[in-house]
């Protein structure tokens, strides 16, 4: 807007509107802040409607939301717990929070998610379920996972984080295994500031992470605590925005497939520079965000792309490095050459409802010179 102002466009960026503001505004108003309030379950059941399942477990974050799932599954210290080598960090310590052992699984080379034929090789006797991340937004092949969870009598548990309304044959994620978990962190497709979900189909475990979440207290006797839970629950405040978020959810997913086929259309003359996200027959895409890997071709090395792109205001973000070689993670019987080659050479480019075609136009003139320096 200032003439002199330097360009600086962002990875990320939330949209946050009347709406939201209204609602928190009637929190404040109401002096409803904390974790009891209306909007809580109002805003569990909304979002596991719009996942299409009946139940919600609002909670304190993503991690939180994971951890629960975990706990609620009966996963215990010795277990393992087989997850993908390319994914935040949050899926694999949730594991180690139960004291058991995430195993690391390799990634598929074009959608990069984890490769369904690489988990049986994972699976050990001491093997209790698998995490599937919709990594970036692209639903993981559900199929053949729950058909090899259901022989070997494994959990199923969705890492939807980053996948809100991302579709999978039609159905939404988070519908498809035992559990599905979601955040509402700041840059994911909806956001509460803070928070995170877990939904489900079964009572049962509703009751069970809902128990867990509220520090173990039997519902029907205060102060009365059959087991150790945990603080993990989700404010009246956060359930307002998510709620008002959840609102224009599908006017977000729209513009973040409007920016995606911009890039499409002005990255599609780098192919043999760039491999760009891939989109299977049988998947809806929400673009988490919009990632390139650099081909052998590329000189430049990953890192001074980057700097190169921050030099010319364009935010990025390197893909996460796999786990397997993070210290507090480090596994050297882990086997995921892919992961690994993708991880090295992977850019997250800006991702969000308020870009405009010319500045995706001015991205990949950028991201062009780059790949041809
Ligand atoms: C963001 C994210 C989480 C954790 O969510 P928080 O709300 O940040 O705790 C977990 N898994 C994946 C794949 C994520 O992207």
Redesign the pocket.
Known sequence: MIGDKRKFIPVSHPILGAKEKQLVQECLDSSWVSSAGRFIPLFEEAFARYCGVPYGVAAS??????HLALLAMGVRPGDEVIVPGL?????AN?VVYCGARPVFVDSEHETWNLDVRRVRECITPKTRGIIV???YGHPVDMDPILELARRRRLFVIE????AHGAEYRGKRVGSLGELG?????G??IITTG???MVVTRDPDLRDRLRLLRGQGMDPGRRYWFPVVGYNYRMTNIQAALGLAQLEYIQERLEERRQVASWYYRELARLHDYLQLPVEREWARHVF?LFGIVLREKVALDRDHFMAALAEAGVETRPFFYPIHILPPHRDASARCPVAEAIAARGISLPTHSLLTEDEVRYIARQVEVLCRS
């Open positions: 974050s993503g991690t939180a939301a994971l994914t935040y960090v949050a899926t949730a991340v919709h990594l890492d939807a984080a980053q978990v979601f955040s509402f962190f840059n994911k803070e928070g995170g988490w």
